[in-house]
């Protein structure tokens, strides 16, 4: 469905028991960030929270995306899988012979459907500009300071429009904006995202670069700017797909762009090309680490416009999960289809689990046919937009359910050869990966855990974990804990936490683990700091994911006879001398003291319901230094 404006989007939250209204005052300076931590790490994504007192004429909305019931009504399907099956259909009508002449006939309503996804520019003044401001000022909007160590307030959730200076091609993305004063704001776009490119041309171009910036409406609008499209490929055809109704768009006051006329805020401005580049952030970012200060280029607000009852809206980033998860799980769900029809008919399904922070860990589901299909795959996906960031790609077949976590690691345990079935690659990374030895490129990892039923692989061992626990007590000499619950459920990984303060070689400290009685039948052992929770096992997961570069952090073992049975994966930081450091190593995001006992003073009064204790309390004791970045 098509909704009219963000407040009807509320209305509906609210109908059905989704949203929570907090009338009492609330800082945007950090207050609310912590309020919101708290409800998305729910196990449901907790509730959309609509702050009512900020301070200023406007409220915020929060986590309005933050679960997949929440995300689904904001894409007005039942399920989002229902998005993939439009698609699909869609497909499957388009490539069809059609010979007779009504056989063509009957085709006609499809392009009438087609046509209402086409935005289209409307004559006049939207809602979006009930209210103009020529003299603007961006403090007036309840913009938050999300974490401590940030750089500033950042707006979270805007829909940057620009156009391409030759071909007229918009694009919407999003990217953070730090405010650095009444009008003037950083534009925090990568090198490998289309608003980057737009910048450089016109930079080749010796021309002012117009930029508008549209906050809220229809929450479709703000899916679509995060969706991995083709280059060149208009953000609001996709939501006039996904509300079966075209967007709407006016003209701006101020530049030459435009924007939804139903939104509730646009910031008008543009980007001189020719102008030195602000130093932007820290910023506590989507993979629960501070992204560093950088520099990127400024955009001048020359006009601000909204509606008269403009509801700001707003999300957190930091450790998974939050409320990017969900929007990150949508766009696995719509993006299955297009891959399968376009590129991959054999793969029949895809999971990007919250604790890969959606470009870190990828799994795959294919039909398996002939030896070294698998690979075939992996160089497909990593070849394919924004799947080219992916570090971690794992391949299964059969009759598995890759969402359970327990049974695909059951089938990866059992399926795979450690020396025949791990392979290291190279590439493109994310701007915010901070573990590789080079910003923007490094390694990558492929595990194949099909079944390769004619190639004679059948890899299953047996662990006395009463043995292990003999072997660990006392600890071995660099061994702070470890966990063995996995081999449990037939899972052959070990889990071991370390003091890198007194380990000076991982590798070499695994090789003897391996050579313990107990482990010889060992095929992993995952190595992480002494500080995190070892019975946290998705925390363990992302913090592996997140800290690991496969080349350096992937150490082959080989048993007594000379062959790779074994492997360690080192997800420790790289902070310390022995790791010989050469790039600054951010610090994990996560709340203040001052604040937690703040909100949990203020807890009870703001009718919040139950109390729920700060996720950051779990989370300290990673914190090393009192800066984004670590200091040892």
Known sequence: MAYKSLGEFIQVLEQKGELIRIKGFVDTDLEITEIVDRFSKQPDGGKALLFENTGTDFPVLINLYGSLKRMSLALGVDNLDDIGGRIESLFKELLS??????????FLPHL??????????????????????????INKIPILRCWPFDGGKFITLPMVNTKDPTTGVRNVGMYRMQVFGPKETGMHWHRHKVGARHYNEYKAQGKLMPVVVALGGDPVYTYSATAPLPDNLDEYILAGFLRKKK?????????????????????????????????????GDHTGFYS??????????????????????????????????????????????PIRMSMLPELEDMNLPFEGVAHNISVVKIKHSFPGHAYKVMNALWGAGQMMFNKILVAVDGGIDIHNAL?????ISSQVNIGNDIFLSKGPLDVLDHSSEQPCFGSKIFIDATS????????????????????????????????????????????????????????????????????????????????????????????????????????????????????AFDGTRKVYASDKPNRDWPNVVMM????????NYKWANLDLGNFITSPSLELQQLQLGADAIIKV
Not at 250 to 274: A, H, M, Q, R
Not at 292 to 309: G, N, Q, S, V
Not at 407 to 411: E, I, S
């Open 292 to 337: 560093l200060a950088d520099w990127y280029p400024r955009f001048h607000i020359t006009c601000i416009t909204h509606r008269r009852k403009a509801v700001y809206p707003a999300t957190i980033v930091g450790v998974p999960p939050m409320e990017d998860a969900y929007i990150a799980k949508a766009t696995e769900r719509i993006f299955l289809s």
């Open 97 to 106: 012979p059609r010979e007779s002449f009504l056989e063509k006939i009957k």
């Open 452 to 567: 390769k039923k004619n190639e004679g692989n059948d890899y299953i061992t047996k662990l006395d974990k009463e043995s292990i626990a003999e072997d660990f007590s006392p600890l071995p000499d660099g061994v702070s804990a470890f966990n063995s619950s996995l081999i449990s459920h037939n899972i052959s990984v070990l889990v071991v936490s370390i003091n890198k303060l007194e380990v000076l070689n991982t590798r070499e400290l695994v090789s003897r683990l391996f050579r313990l009685n107990s482990l010889c039948d060992l095929k992993a052992i995952i190595v992480v700091d002494k500080e995190i929770d070892l019975n946290n096992i998705s925390l363990v997961i992302w913090y592996l994911a997140s800290n690991y570069d496969p080349q350096r952090d992937t150490f082959f073992i080989r048993d007594s006879e000379g062959k790779v049975n074994h492997v």
């Open 407 to 411: 049974h695909l690691g059951q089938v």
């Open 592 to 599: 203040n003291s001052d604040t937690i006992k703040r909100i």
């Open 112 to 137: 009438k459907s087609m046509s209402n996804w086409m935005p289209m520019i409307v004559s006049g003044r939207g809602v979006c500009q009930e209210v103009i401001n020529l003299d603007p000022d």
């Open 247 to 283: 967007v709407r768009l006016v003209k701006c006051i101020t530049v030459d762009l435009e924007v939804p006329e139903d939104v509730d805020f646009v910031i008008e401005g543009y980007v001189d090309p020719s102008e030195e580049l602000i130093w932007e952030g820290p910023f």
